[in-house]
Nanobody
């Protein structure tokens, strides 16, 4: 079975940084899209960033562009989300997801239903 294990969440003060990790097992890492989403209470799941593991192409949501960076270490089947300049509104449960996206990636990467596999989520809490 494909499994995703997200880690790295925690509590941080506003303006601080965190790095989330997502280890993906039993999946063809080189031909997929791996993305980070988040969901705050009462809100829809929001796509934050996606990386195409075959060539490292990336896409970002407007709310995190310039603050968050997605990267991957394909030999470790791991995708990271470096989060800087965190704000209280970044408080949410963060999820990683994997899937074989269809073209054009720029139009579909942020849709949760494009992903077949999800990690368990990791809580990020930013205090003001």
């Amino acid at each position: 079975d494909v499994q995703l294990q997200a880690s790295g969440g925690g509590m941080v003060k506003s303006g601080g940084s965190l790095r989330l990790s997502c280890v993906v097992s039993a999946f063809t890492f080189g031909t997929s899209g791996i993305a980070w989403f988040r969901q705050a209470p009462g809100k829809e799941r929001e796509g934050l960033a996606c990386i195409r593991t075959s060539d490292g192409a990336t896409w970002y949501g407007d709310s995190v562009k310039e603050r968050f960076t997605i990267s991957s270490e394909n030999d470790k089947n791991t995708v990271y989300l470096e989060m800087n300049s965190l704000k209280s509104e970044d408080t949410a449960v963060y999820y990683c997801a994997a899937g074989e996206l269809i073209l054009p990636w720029a139009s579909v990467w942020s849709a949760p239903n494009e992903y077949d596999y999800w990690g368990q989520g990791t809580q990020v809490t930013v205090s003001s």
